[in-house]
């Protein structure tokens, strides 16, 4: 639909904070913040508004009210939301349908505020983080398949639809996910939903050493098992998980298996003997567990009320353990996911000096690095998200085409963007 | 060639024809810098056989620091450049221009490393996309998107075209697929997007460069995911007494939670015209016939293959046979994969469209379908990427006769603008290139498309990447050519299309 071009609503423009409940009313305030050059603040409902770097923002456009699911076809297997549609929602419709979001969406609310905050999906889309069915099923932007947005000319732009094959023109779907709402104001968003496996179970092995860790979790994703999730915990982190068929306390590395009953059961035996398991060294989930175990890996639960910055590493796996041993301090906390090149690091302290190590270590092993959770002290000057000169460059030209005024969340990845 | 505008040719180029091809000579070795005519014949078109047209030069670079001089050097002189990679796209997104440099990719044939425990292969992109299988099958590895030209067609070009295949329901389409690339943009700047680890730093751009058909950079480095291959494969062939049943079929299996490999659909004609092309057992007599595969571990498929034949039943399946062996396996699929030569046979040309549509409306689009074929007096059959909603009609007419062409482009366009209209694409794997370019504005409005130009204009502010392709020149929604086969007589007749 074009756009009217004179589109009046009842907004005072002399408020600071925005909440919106229609796309014209979205619209409005972006073409009023363009025309005037004022930065908006993209909110959701601030479940990740701290990730990112501190920014100046005259005024806020919230979107907790622009919510509420526009169209779910089960038998087409997608969703189509309002962005500021809560990700709780989204899931107990999907539930009645047996269905889910694949990507298992984090929950950064036990790590920032010691409740399950699951966010909005516009947020999760924003952000671009996923769960530990990453390397099974790809990330959050792979399960986008369309959008409608407001760009910051206040123009109305879409991209995708809902059908999971389109090549019709560029995929804005992918350079949007993970923009942390830098590029587009996201109103309505069309995500694929799968089907919720029949059952699964998780393999435990009682272990407490990363480099035998990452030896497991490396022969099981090269495995015909075929897992949906591969972690480490070490000792310490052992006694976060009290469940009935965990026969012990310290660290562990569990294996995901999902899929119909009789098949569960099949891979699982011969996972377990195809890494050499003897009876006394592993255990097996049952779904409940199941389900409770790797809820709280996609929740962060062991950094709950945690006090440490946070720090997420990707790097591929043949490196993680170099990674972890280069980093490795006496206040260092850690849990491996994603079958070992996912590492989430909490540090007690952090300064510029630890910060450029991490850096330059997770450089010369092929991966990146994101400041999760940072002391308020520290935040101003860090760097939150790695780029190289070149990307940076790149990432300029792109953020001018989509918001050539530098409107949304100015500076919030990067100086300058 | 026909009427299809394309961007004004520059004159002043063509004049410079000699300084062109010895400046690049000494950019690159000059034996890599064709000129004469009959250099330049095998690159006059793609896949897209329709539309021809000669380039000013082809360019066979061999490194990277070659790519990026080429595209400098053209840059700085304004010079229009067309990437090309093994030339099977079939939207003529390779199609020359006449004052254009072809940079053929040719010579960047190599797999550069395979890496078992990251699970991924680093590739040059004119390697063919099943040479990447066949370089990790031995450790019982495979790379999933499975175009059906996979046996030509570039993994450069994959990405490019963001290339599906018959298991992309199951295992997602390259883009689902990538890792990374190095990509050279038009002012000869090289950069890596993504790597060996997952996601990455930053802005997508690897997932903004996948499908962007070569406006954007030239590709010269592909890390592709590989996956450990399924146990066991197996794959039913089911008969329906109407195309409806056969459409609940698939909707029910999905909404049960199976996840096929593959599930094709195709209609009674094709099923005929393929049955007797290639004996491969079809329930002739069925209105249509759906082949549905699993992949996983033995208990698995069997459990999958046990809830289908149930769904199927239900849906008053008229014959169901499964697969015992993988031999059986094949034969089902070799009908199927025969569906283009066997369409050969029935009529003096065919068109192959590209449209994708929510799953549950096929039906209703394979109506419309038949409303048009009797409208436009010309036969159809009809095959159908069902687990993903990827229709392919091949409409059959007599090139000799002009007014058939025009029909069958007439009919062509029709369905694809239906296919937006219940809710699906333009095009669900061949991409768009020149042959749906116009059609864009049924699937777009202006500030859509002026978005996407803006940020073709911010990587390339002369438009000089692959110009005239995706883009409608004309404000026009015209109807284009399509997949055109004479006497079945594809550009490339020994590779499968389906």
Known sequence: MEEKQNFQTSLDFNQNIFKPSTREEIVEIVKNCYKKSVPLEISGLQSKNKIGRNFQAEKTLDLSNYKGIIDYKPEELYIKVKAGTPISEIEEALKKNNQQLAFEPNDFGYLFSGESNSGSIGGVVACNFAGSRRFKVGSVRDHLLGFQGVNGKGETIKSGGTVVKNVTGYDLCKILSGSFGTLTILTEISIKVLPKPETSKTLIIKNPHVKKALNYLGQSLSSSTDPSGGVFYPDYFGKNFILNDLTHDGGLTGVRIEGPMNSVDQRIDRLSKELDLIDNEFSVLDSVQTEIFWNKTKNLEVFKNSKSNLIRIVVPISETLQVIQKLKKDDLNYFIDWGGSLIWMAFDHLNSKILSEIKEITKIHQGYYTLIKIEDDFKASADIFTIDPIKYKISEKIKKSFDPKRIFNPGKMYTGI | ?????????????????????????????????????????????????????????????????????????????????????????????????????????GKFNKILEIDYENRCVVTQPCVTNLAITHAVQDKGFYYAPDPSSQ????????????????????????????????????????????????????????????????????????????????????????????????????????????????????????????????????????????????????????????????????????????????????????????????????????????????????????????????????????????????????????????????????????????????????????????????????????????????????????????????????????????VHVHGGKTKFPDIPRF
Not at chain 2, 70 to 91: E, F, Q, W
Not at chain 2, 422 to 430: M, R, S
Request: one cysteine or more.
């Open chain 2, 151 to 482: 046996i030509a067609c570039s993994i450069g070009g994959n990405v490019a075209e963001n290339s599906g295949g018959v298991h992309s329901l199951k295992y997602g389409a390259t883009t689902n697929n990538l890792l990374g690339i190095e990509v050279v943009l038009m002012d000869g700047t090289i950069t890596k997007f993504g790597g060996k680890a997952m996601d990455s730093e930053g802005y997508d751009f690897l997932g903004l460069m996948t499908g962007s058909e070569g406006l954007l950079g030239v590709i010269t480095e592909v890390t592709v995911k590989i996956l450990k291959s399924p146990e066991i494969v197996k794959a039913a062939l089911i008969g329906f007494p109407t195309i409806e049943d056969a459409g609940n079929c698939v909707a029910e299996i999905i909404a049960e939670g199976c996840i096929p490999a593959g599930m094709e659909i195709m209609d009674k004609a094709l099923t005929k015209a393929t049955n007797d092309y290639s004996k491969a057992g079809y329930p002739t007599d069925a209105e249509a016939m759906m082949i549905v595969e699993f992949d996983g571990t033995e208990h698995e498929v069997e459990a999958y293959i046990e809830k289908a034949k149930q769904i199927a039943e239900k849906n008053n399946s008229s014959s169901l046979k499964v697969s015992k062996s993988n031999e059986e396996r094949l034969k089902f699929w070799a009908g199927r994969k025969a569906a283009f030569p066997a369409c050969g046979v029935l009529a003096p040309d065919y068109m192959c469209m590209d449209g994708s549509i929510p799953r549950g409306k096929l039906a209703e689009v394979l109506r419309e379908i038949t409303r048009l074929s009797k409208k436009y007096d010309l036969p159809v059959a009809n095959a159908f990427h069902a687990g993903d909603g990827n229709l392919h009609p091949l409409i059959m007419f007599d090139a000799n006769d002009k007014n058939s062409l025009k029909k069958c482009e007439d009919f062509g366009a029709d369905i694809l603008k239906y296919c937006v209209k219940v809710g699906g694409a333009l095009t669900g794997e061949h991409g768009v290139g020149i042959e749906k370019r116009e059609l864009m504005c049924e699937a777009f409005n202006d500030k859509d498309i002026q978005q996407q130009l803006t940020i073709k204009v911010a990587l390339d502010p002369n438009s000089l990447l692959n110009p005239g392709k995706v883009y409608p020149i004309l404000r026009k929604c015209a109807e284009e050519g399509r």
């Open chain 2, 1 to 105: 060639m026909s009427s299809l505008q394309m961007p004004k040719v520059d004159s002043s180029i063509l004049s410079k024809k000699d300084k062109i091809v010895s400046d690049i000579g000494r950019i690159i070795n000059p034996k890599n810098v064709l000129s004469h005519p009959d250099e330049l014949r095998p690159f006059e078109t793609d896949g897209l056989t329709a539309y021809r047209q000669m380039p000013l030069v082809v360019v066979m670079p061999e490194t990277v620091k070659e790519v990026s001089n080429i595209l400098k050097y053209c840059n700085d002189n304004k010079v229009k450049v067309v990437p090309r990679g093994a030339g099977t796209g079939l939207s003529g997104g390779s199609l020359p221009l006449e004052d254009c440099v072809l940079m053929a990719m």
